[in-house]
Nanobody
């Protein structure tokens, strides 16, 4: 059974930082493309960052460039999302996802991913 468990969300002020973590179990971590998505109330889920299985490729949304980074640690089956210079518009539920199929054509599209975590809330206050 494939499971994704996120942690690290919370409340910060504008300009602050957070690091989200996501642990994958039940699947070979080094074979999965991993992505971070977010969804604000009333909005569609959007891709933030994604990273290919061997960290060869990373994919950034416009909202993430210059502020967010993604990394993965195969020894811990964990993918991270480092978020700096946070803004109120970053407030959302953040989801980790794993893709085990054809992942790299549309790595920031939610439909590409077949496994999802439960989400962790990030709130940025002004």
């Amino acid at each position: 059974q494939v499971q994704l468990v996120e942690s690290g969300g919370g409340s910060v002020q504008t300009g602050g930082s957070l690091r989200l973590s996501c642990v994958l179990s039940g699947y070979t971590f080094t074979s999965a493309t991993m992505g971070w998505f977010r969804q604000a109330p009333g909005k569609e889920r959007e891709g933030v960052l994604a990273i290919s299985p061997q960290s060869i490729h990373t994919f950034y949304s416009d909202s993430a460039k210059d502020r967010f980074t993604i990394s993965r640690d195969s020894a811990k089956n964990t993918v991270y999302l480092q978020m700096n210079s946070l803004k109120p518009r970053d407030t959302a539920m953040y989801y980790c996802a794993a893709c085990t199929g054809d992942c790299l054509r549309e790595p920031l599209t939610p439909g590409t991913y077949n496994y999802w975590g439960q989400g962790t809330q990030v709130t940025v206050s002004s």
